[in-house]
C-alpha cells in the first residue's frame, strides 16, 4: 500500500505545486544575470528546477524517488537523475547554485553538506527554501481535524547548523508571510500530495473517485471554485568558501 500511495501522492504532487519557488528565490538571487550551471537536489517533479532555471542557464535536477522522476516535467535546458546515494555523480567545482527546495530536512548530512562544497565553484551558492502552506482552516472547515505536518516534527526552517560549515558561510536567513489564490481543484491536488493528508482524506471521504468527492465537497463549503490561502516561506543562503578564497 505504501508504494500505491507514493504513486497517487505523486500524481497529485506533479498535478499542481503552488508556484512559489521563484518567487521565494527571486527574493535572494538577482534576475538580471543568469549562473551557468545549477543543481537543484530533492527536484521532486521539477517544479523547483524550473524554478531555479529562471536564474541559471543549466540545470539538473535529482531526487531519490523513482516515482517523482519519473513525472518530471520537461524543460529547456534541465535534466532529471535519480540520486541514489549521497555521493553526487558530478565533477568537482562545477555548480554555480544549488537548491535544496523543501528538501533539506530528509537529506541533511555532512556527507552531503561535503558533497555540495566538492561539486560547488568557490564562491557559488547553496541555497536551502521551504514554502508551509497553512491548512488548518480547510481541513477544520472540512471536519478532519488539524494539519497533520503539525505534529510530524517536519522543520521547514532547516538549514545546515549543527553540521561542520567552516567552508560554507550563511549570509541570509528569514521567514515571510504570504497569501496566493488557488483554484478549488488545485487545492485538492495539495491535499491529496500529502501521504499524510490523503490517508485522512481516503478515511473520511473514501478512496474511489476521491479527487472528484474532495474537489466537489471543497466546492460546497467553501461556495467558490477559487480562494486564497497563506502560506509561510523560509530561506537560508551560503556562500561556498574553498581553496582559502
Do not use: W
Request: glycine letters at 6%.
Amino acid at each position: 500500500m505504501s508504494k500505491e500511495y507514493d504513486q497517487i501522492t505523486a500524481l497529485h504532487y506533479a498535478a499542481y505545486r503552488p508556484s512559489l519557488h521563484a518567487n521565494i528565490l527571486k527574493t535572494y538571487l538577482p534576475t538580471t544575470l543568469k549562473s551557468n550551471y545549477g543543481l537543484d537536489i530533492g527536484c521532486g517533479t521539477g517544479q523547483s528546477t524550473i524554478a531555479l532555471s529562471k536564474f541559471c542557464n543549466t540545470v539538473i535536477g535529482v531526487d531519490p524517488s523513482k516515482e517523482m522522476i519519473k513525472k518530471s516535467i520537461k524543460h529547456t535546458g534541465i535534466s532529471y537523475e535519480l540520486m541514489e546515494t549521497k555521493t553526487l555523480n558530478f565533477d568537482s567545482d562545477r555548480f554555480d547554485i544549488i537548491t535544496f527546495a523543501g528538501s533539506l530536512f530528509y537529506a541533511k548530512s555532512q556527507e552531503l553538506l561535503d558533497e555540495c562544497i566538492r561539486v560547488s565553484k568557490a564562491n557559488s551558492l547553496i541555497i536551502a527554501y521551504d514554502f508551509e502552506i497553512l491548512l488548518t482552516d480547510i481541513l477544520k472547515l472540512l471536519g478532519v481535524g488539524t494539519e497533520t505536518d503539525s505534529t510530524s516534527g517536519y522543520d521547514h526552517e532547516i538549514n545546515f547548523s549543527g553540521l561542520h560549515t567552516t567552508n560554507v558561510h550563511l549570509n541570509s536567513q528569514y521567514k515571510q508571510s504570504i497569501r496566493f489564490d488557488i483554484t478549488v481543484a488545485d487545492l485538492a491536488h495539495v491535499l491529496l500530495s500529502s501521504k499524510n493528508d490523503y490517508t485522512t482524506m481516503a478515511n473520511t471521504f473514501g478512496t474511489e473517485n476521491l479527487f472528484e468527492k474532495l474537489q466537489q465537497e471543497l466546492e460546497t463549503k467553501l461556495n467558490t471554485t477559487h480562494t486564497t490561502i497563506k502560506a509561510n516561506t523560509f530561506l537560508s543562503a551560503y556562500t561556498v568558501k574553498k581553496y582559502g578564497l
